[in-house]
């Protein structure tokens, strides 16, 4: 297993831009989150998938978020006019209650500063 | 309101110390209990998961415990290290993926 990887680990974009962040979970894992951290405070959870299906979305993913997991696998996050309140780490998590026993296994994080 | 309160804030201990995290939930109905070592600017790490028959689980120098009818878990941590440094979150798990509810994290610092 190489874990969940995150990429790009860094944006800095101007507001007003779109930015799209790749989450690869560990292989065969069905199950991936997408959580926002800002600093000092703990992640907060936007969405879940279950292989493709999207089961549950946050109140506080907006309608300029969008996430998809196309093929079970890897999943895009997107944010379209970004503001500065939406800069923050976002988390990817995967697991597999059958593989992992239900432990959530977390990427790096994408940071994301909207200047 | 599905709650993780987390105590305290902020540690700092000298290296060898013994201490003890805090965390208190009000989340139901409730699932599991995690604790996550993050490190700065790092993705968290799993420490312990409990779930509701479980009264204690040892991670190495880390033990964790939990009393389900008080909704009160702590992590305890022996002989400190120097690279325990790091925030420690608290998760709790309800009904569903959404019910997976992090505390804000205490802080830890060890000093030499």
């Known amino acids: 297993d190489t874990g969940v990887s995150q990429d790009p680990r860094h944006k800095i974009t101007k507001r007003g831009q779109n930015v799209t962040f790749r989450c690869d979970p560990i292989?065969?894992?069905?199950?991936l989150y997408w959580y926002r951290q800002t600093l000092g405070q703990g992640p907060e959870f936007l969405t879940y998938f279950q292989n493709e299906a999207q089961l549950e979305k946050s109140r506080l993913l907006s309608d300029r978020f969008s996430a998809e997991r196309p093929k079970g696998s890897f999943s895009t996050l997107e944010i379209q006019r970004t503001e500065q309140g939406d800069s923050a780490m976002y988390l990817c998590?995967?697991?597999?209650?059958?593989?992992?026993?239900?432990?959530?296994?977390f990427g790096e994080g994408s940071w994301l500063t909207v200047v | 309101k599905n709650q993780v309160e987390q105590s305290p804030q902020s540690l700092i201990i000298l290296e060898g110390k013994n201490c003890t995290l805090q965390c208190n939930y009000t989340v139901s109905p409730f699932s599991n209990l995690r604790w996550y070592k993050q490190d700065t600017g790092r993705g968290p790490v799993s420490l312990t998961i409990m779930t509701f028959s479980e009264n204690t689980k040892s991670n190495g120098r880390y033990t964790a415990t939990l009393d389900a009818d008080t909704k009160q878990s702590s992590l305890h941590i022996t002989a400190s290290q120097l690279s325990d440094s790091a925030s420690y979150i608290c998760v709790v798990r309800g009904s569903s993926a959404s019910k997976i509810i992090f505390g804000s994290g205490t802080r830890l610092s060890i000093r030499p």
């Open positions: 998590a995967s697991s597999s209650p059958d593989r992992s026993g239900n432990t959530i296994y």
């Open positions: 292989s065969e894992h069905n199950r």
